[in-house]
């Protein structure tokens, strides 16, 4: 089983501020790891996928970018609406898995 | 607009058996592999199963193969997961998830249902 990990578990940021949300494979997984976006008592949405692709409609604020064990999201400048919780998943293999998620908070 | 729309959920005792439903609508439903995904109260998501277009192939994580079976009925564009033999650790939120291409593999997901939820109590 491919083992995703994310860092940091928690980020305190500022309106408009830079983040930079790490994800890291056990193992290479090319270019197939995905980003999702999960606000409370919401469904997870899908940001990015292919590593660096956004998905339709989604704003291009957020980035992807990574391949092999090494990923990372960033949004640019962050908004109001970018506070909750953000996962990787990595389908380049079955079982598929997840990240354990980095919650990106107000500061 | 593609929808997916999940029931089935509720209260259950250790050792029963539940069956959830996903009713999907806007796409071509006999075209696209579908999913379940589960979230532990406070928890990451963890996938569950995953079925090909025709329903002839199937993969399941390790902590439900032997108790969880997915199927799917194209005729009433309906994905099901029957849960059997339900433990403590299997109370979540239940999702259903699509697949973005038809190609048959592991793939991400878009879009989601707003899930349902399995309590396993006594």
């Known amino acids: 089983e491919i083992v995703m990990t994310q860092s940091p578990a928690t980020l305190s940021v500022s309106p408009g501020e830079r983040v930079t949300l790490s994800c890291r494979a056990s193992q290479s997984v090319s270019s197939t790891l995905g980003w999702y976006q999960q606000k409370p008592g919401q469904a997870p949405r899908l940001l990015i996928y292919?590593?660096?692709t956004r998905a339709t409609g989604i704003p291009p604020r957020f980035s992807g970018s990574g391949s092999g064990t090494e990923f990372t999201l960033t949004i640019s400048s962050l908004q109001s609406e970018d506070f909750a919780v953000y996962y990787c998943q990595q389908y380049n293999d079955w079982p598929l898995t997840f990240g354990g998620g980095t919650k990106v908070e107000i500061k | 607009e593609v929808q997916l729309v999940e029931s089935g959920g509720g209260l259950v005792q250790p050792g029963g058996s539940l069956r959830l439903s996903c009713a999907a609508s806007g796409f071509t439903f006999s075209t696209y592999a579908m999913s379940w995904v589960r979230q532990a109260p406070g928890r990451g998501l963890e996938w569950v199963s995953t079925?090909?277009?025709?329903?002839?192939?199937?993969y399941y994580a390790d902590a439900v193969k032997g108790r969880f079976t997915i199927s799917r009925d194209s005729s009433k564009n309906t994905l099901y997961l029957q849960m059997n033999t339900l433990r403590a650790e299997d109370t979540a939120v239940y999702y259903c998830a699509k697949a973005t291409v038809t190609t048959w593999g592991p793939r991400w997901f878009d879009p989601w249902g707003q899930g349902t939820l399995v309590t396993v109590s006594s």
């Open positions: 079925i090909s277009a025709g329903g002839s192939a199937a």
């Open positions: 292919g590593a660096s």
